[in-house]
């Protein structure tokens, strides 16, 4: 195992830091927890020590954190594996389970007994184990001269050697993450437990109550939270599903508070975020606005409203399409609420206002032009490179690879088309067979063949109208002409003759498969043609690409070099981070004020028995009138969530929120509406972070549930 070696960037963090800077701003690395910065949050509340939240040879906070199935944060709760994460997170999985006899999206499950939880084949859970810097070894092989292929490929050899180095002998796995846009590279270690079990989830009416109307919105009254629970093999290892598998003994395991949270109560958040892009300049937010998000924002409704309309006359679709319908609309709603947010707070004068900056600090010096004079230039050329593609990189996935399911389905057959045109060994075709015969119940288990007949006539319909011509292969001439630009007939077609229309016309083809019958397939041949055309268009890019990498490097590299006394922290990739802040309300507009809890009084406001995202349970409403809380309420009143002011994005979604302590005092689920720019700037008055109560977590739990035996399982601080 690698040693853990952050000398250089600690003392960059010691010395840098701006102590004007806002403290709710910054996903931080919590391995480079610096003295000012320990200080800033221990005057705020923290009485931690900086080895108690982040230590690779002793038990601390980041050993009760994981990258929960690589998209979101799950935290243990308990000595046995008891794992917290948002609805949400389990959603997928609270699906899978359902049928329209156990329909736990509506009803909620809840296991009585460890022999009840549920197993989730391909559901992981990584913890952090080991991590160390290797800038030095990665520029000792590249060199600003290398054009990007170069550069990358020099980048993966040296990352391979050192992910070798670092788990040769080991059960575990790594990964070399890029800092800055290039500027620094760390080594991460991950420890990976593959049986996951799905103990407990309220139903949607309460994980998922307000739906996508409250999503993103502040006041919330959402109980977002799920319970699964980690296994190992008897020897504490790792290991695949199997009976005789043990619950995790983790290293550390949060106690949960049942305190509550009062105004100004000092909260740290640590977890995966996703993605950000806080260093995007004014020409990526203009062509962002252009020709991403109305793109997106409209293929997207165009799917929902298939979606959904078909969800609504059938209980069996409505569970087979929960999680795609809840996927596709998330991220649709925040495409629209970045859009607004980033016109009305002017986000792209802002960046202008940076840009000028950088510019004139580099004309002041010779050596800095030399460096960093044509950084802007770069910019400009690329952008308007990407420009001249338009928005098919964009149409593409949203219409066509996340458009009808048999796209992806008949991708897949790639490998065995290519086997069979060049007369491959029968022994070799027979192995394809046999791993494509594996994956058809996957493929299909929620599939309606009318939804995606539907999808496919209307996204081929948004591909041919919105893809400029000279991009646009030749495959529509052929559409066009057969069907008259109708699509719905060209649809109708497509899915009484394809060989991916149905399960059980796939496996009749994988009993006797022919070239000749993929190669007349309209499935086929539209998904083939257009990934050949995407692939095409992206080769034609890559100069483009070449250009923005290294913009981004140099641009990033000069502004720290211009603000030596300002901290900055690297954007979001899906590495371990740590954000500190306050409890609060917000003033979102003139005369309006948010307080920085709601009740579960507005939930009552809010229940509308006619609107599917706003019925609230029977048994809830009873505890609500009986004021029934135990030693969760606060006198006749039970919080259901609160805001603070940490720094967070997709990833964030069910990471723990902690007080001063390293006490879990709830759980993080979502942003606010006013400040939707929050992954390309931090909007300091307005950014809040949405969570769950702890005490309206332990209060379903054991008061609407009846799950006590998990409440006893669990370390409470009350």
Known sequence: MK?????????VLVLGFNHTAKADEGMWLPFMISEVLHEQMQEKGLNLSREEIFSLKESSLKDAIVSFGGGCTGEIISDQGLLLTNHHCGYGRIQSHSTTENDYLSDGFWAMSMDEELPNPNLFVNFLVDVEEVTDDIYAEIDESMSKEERTTAISRVSNRLIDEATEGTHYHANVRSMFAGNEFFLFVYERFDDVRLVGAPPSSIGKFGGDTDNWMWPRHTGDFALFRVYTAPDGSPASYHEENIPLKPRHHLPVSAKGVQDGDFTMILGFPGSTQRYLTSHGINYKLEYEYPVRIDIRRKKLDIIEEAMAQSDEIRIKYASKQSGIANYWKNFIGVSNALERLNVAQSKKEIEAEFENWVNEDANRMEEYAHVMDLYSEAYEGYESFQSHHFIFWEAILTGPDVIRNALAYRTLANLMQEEAEDEKVAEEVEKLRETIEGRYNNYDRGVDQELWAAMIKVYNRDVPEAHKPEIFEDINQTYQSDFSAFAHDVYNTSVFATADNLQNFLDKPTYETLEDDWVFRVATTLMDTYSALQNQMSEYDDMLATAERLFIKGLKEMNPDKLYYPDANSTMRFTYGTVGGYEPADAVYYDYVTTLSGVMEKEDPEHH?????????????????????????????????????????????LDGDG?????????????MSMDILFEHQMQKCINVDARYILFIIDKFAGASHLIDEMTIVR
Not at 3 to 11: D, P
């Open 663 to 675: 006490n879990l005092i709830g759980l993080a689920f979502d942003g606010n509406w006013e400040a």
């Open 3 to 11: 040693t853990y070696k952050i000398i250089a960037l600690f003392v």
């Open 613 to 657: 995202e706003f019925i609230v349970p029977q048994e809830l409403k009873d505890l609500y009138d009986a004021r029934d809380y135990s030693w969760y309420g606060e006198d006749d009143t039970m919080i259901v969530n609160f805001i603070a002011n940490n720094d967070i994005t997709g990833g964030n979604s069910g990471s723990p929120v």
